[in-house]
């Protein structure tokens, strides 16, 4: 993830996500979209699913500049809430730009990853959220997280989200975790983890913990 984030992400796409039986064509990719993004598409094409079942990646042909022609819009949040852009550059000299995130009637403020890892974490969110099954601790210690080391190990990227919906990542094997501060305590946090196969969340019974759900 730190020399090669594309390659990272191109990795955990063909092992988790199924291929398409017939690719489905992007479009034409105006030189206005960065490299890492014109990359994200052109994977796209043979797994349709990484656009999105969330939040959701825009088409190529939607990506448009915002009302200020300062930035270039090309993701939103699943109700609206906000969206993501980069710097608008017509020749897309930035091969790695800054994300922003802009909230709904508010302020835009920074990703913490440029694009190639803002591309990572949202494909791992999209797992984590959109899985077939799933498991989630609700109110769960945050001092209590090292808990999960047996089955789980930190996904060694910034916070994603932080300014809106902070979301850490957690992985293991055929397993992908979200982590995100509690909206009651201060003190705990929310976790949910996803799995393609259902036999991938089993080994998480043997951690002895009460799962407010699991569809293992």
Known sequence: MDSEPGRALELFVTGWHPEAVEPRAVGEIPRSIPPALADFYRLAERYPDILGGQNRIRSVGAVRPDSSAGFLVFADENQGGWDWSIPWEVDA????????????GGATVLEQEPLSRYLLQFS???????????????????????MLGPCLQGVPLRTFMAPVAPTDFLVGPGIVAGVSPSYFNEDEVDVWVGARHRSALRPLLELGLQWRWFEG
């Not at 000299?93 to 709904?104: C, F, I, K, M, R």
């Not at 791992?124 to 090292?146: I, M």
């Open 93 to 104: 000299t930035n091969s790695d730009p800054a994300v922003w995130v802009g909230e709904l």
């Open 124 to 146: 791992l969110y999209e797992a984590a959220s959109t899985a077939p099954y799933s498991a989630a601790l609700r109110n769960f210690p945050e001092h209590l997280l090292p």
